[in-house]
Structure formats: C-alpha cells, structure tokens
C-alpha cells in the first residue's frame, strides 16, 4: 500500500489539473491489488477521455461524487 500511497502523491497535482477532477485516492480491490481512485464532479463518460488508464502500471478506478467536509 505505501507504493500506490507514493504514487498518489507523486501524480495528485497533476491529475487534480484535469477539468471534472475533484479528487485522488487509493483503493484495494477484492484480489488485493492497488488502484488510484479519481473522484470526479461530472458524469465518467464526460471525463472519461481526459483521465489515463493506468499510472506507471497501476489500474485507476473513477468515481462520480462530491468531496464534503465532515
């Protein structure tokens, strides 16, 4: 987990930087590979074009919602 961690901080800046982007995070999934998870304010097929497939070999997994504070 800490490598996905490293990464996420590595690329945050710059997948932030994309339009409808509102957030970056990591995930397991059931297998127990790591995932960055992109949050993203507007529907995935809007954004879908603009966001990778992977970074440096890891699958990243987008997500639809808002970020609220707590």
């Not at 097929?45 to 808002?66: I, K, Q, S, T, W």
Request: proline letters at 4%; a negative charge; glycine letters at 8%.
């Amino acid at each position: 987990m800490e490598h996905i961690e490293a990464l996420r901080a590595r690329y945050e800046e710059e997948l932030m930087a994309i339009e409808g982007v509102v957030g970056v995070g990591t995930t397991i999934d059931e297998e127990g590979a790591p995932w960055l998870r992109i949050l993203t304010s507007q529907p995935v097929d809007a954004v879908r074009e603009r966001l990778p497939d992977e970074v440096r070999e890891h699958a990243v997994v987008v997500y639809v919602g808002e970020i609220e504070a707590q």
